[in-house]
């Protein structure tokens, strides 16, 4: 199914004691270029989050922001430091004797020392919290992936409708080639007659300089392989994922063939339709940047 390479998702999951967000965005790019901003506490499930993401992204530059909220009130504890504290306190006995001054040290006192008394978080369940976490990512990567499914379909539909109007230009050309021919036959018998006047014309030496010029302007061959390359990529766009370069090089086979169209034509009609072969084709490529 055809994608888009733009595309957004967001996912909100909150509980009782905790809430996880996450949000993906992504423009084009030539290669899956994922950046995850989130908080440190869940720096360790990255390249868990990066598995579950090649699942759902093949291509883009993609943007992924996911915030963590703790409201458990429990999460965290006192530590009490007891030979630190009485570290502490033999050395201020040791300073009392010393300089003969009272020992003024009280509870509070002692307990506002370094390291005496720390606030230490407690162990989290990673495995509880790993399956939040990647609930919260599938969601939103599944609902990105829809809006580039949506956007992809429009894609598919406005490059289907510039094939169509391409082949029409095709079919133009290669009825107006014989045309052409035929005109220049016309009017170089014209010439030669107002030059010659009464005088015959040798037929055979006129009929060798229109095979000359009729090979010369002959687009048979890239009228036939545009053809083909329009159709095939008629075809590509019904294909599955992962479609872009391929795409995007028979974008640029498409362009070549017209060009040598454009170079060949002596024919201002012609000229004009390979102009406008070229237009269509380069706006098929710009949309096909935009697909995965």
């Excluded at 720390?118 to 609930?135: A, C, G, K």
């Amino acid at each position: 199914m055809l994608k888009s390479m733009t595309g957004f998702g967001r996912c909100e999951i909150a509980g009782i004691d905790r809430k996880i967000t996450v949000e993906m965005k992504a423009v084009n790019h030539r290669y899956c270029d994922i950046s995850i901003k989130m908080p440190k506490k869940l720096n360790f499930f990255e390249a868990g989050i990066r598995n579950v993401l090649k699942q759902y992204i093949g291509r883009g530059k993609v943007d992924i922001y996911i915030t963590y909220e703790d409201y458990t009130e429990n999460n965290v504890c006192v530590k009490y430091n007891a030979d630190l504290a009485r570290e502490y306190f033999a050395n201020l006995e040791t300073i009392s004797k010393e300089f003969g001054i009272e020992n003024d040290v009280r509870v509070s006192g002692l307990s506002r020392y370094p390291e005496v008394l720390t606030l230490e978080e407690q162990t989290i369940n990673e495995n509880e919290l790993w399956e939040l976490v990647q609930e919260a990512i599938k969601t939103a990567a599944a609902k990105f992936v829809e809006t580039r499914i949506a956007e992809g379909e429009n894609l598919r539909l406005d490059i289907f409708a510039k094939l169509d109007g391409m082949l029409r230009m095709v079919d133009y050309i290669e009825s107006r080639s014989p045309e052409i021919v035929t005109e220049y036959h016309n009017k170089l018998l014209a010439k030669v007659a107002e030059l010659l006047g009464d005088k015959k014309v040798d037929e055979s030496v006129l009929a060798t300089e229109v095979t000359v010029f009729a090979d010369k302007i002959c687009v048979d061959e890239e009228t036939v392989r545009l053809r083909s390359h329009i159709l095939n990529m008629k075809e590509t766009l019904s294909d599955s994922d992962n479609i872009g370069r391929k795409l995007d090089f028979i974008a640029q086979e498409m362009n070549r063939e017209a060009n040598t169209i454009l170079s060949k034509a002596s024919d201002l009609e012609v000229t004009n339709k390979a102009i406008d072969l070229k237009t269509e084709i380069e706006k098929v490529r710009e949309q096909i940047q935009n697909i995965e």
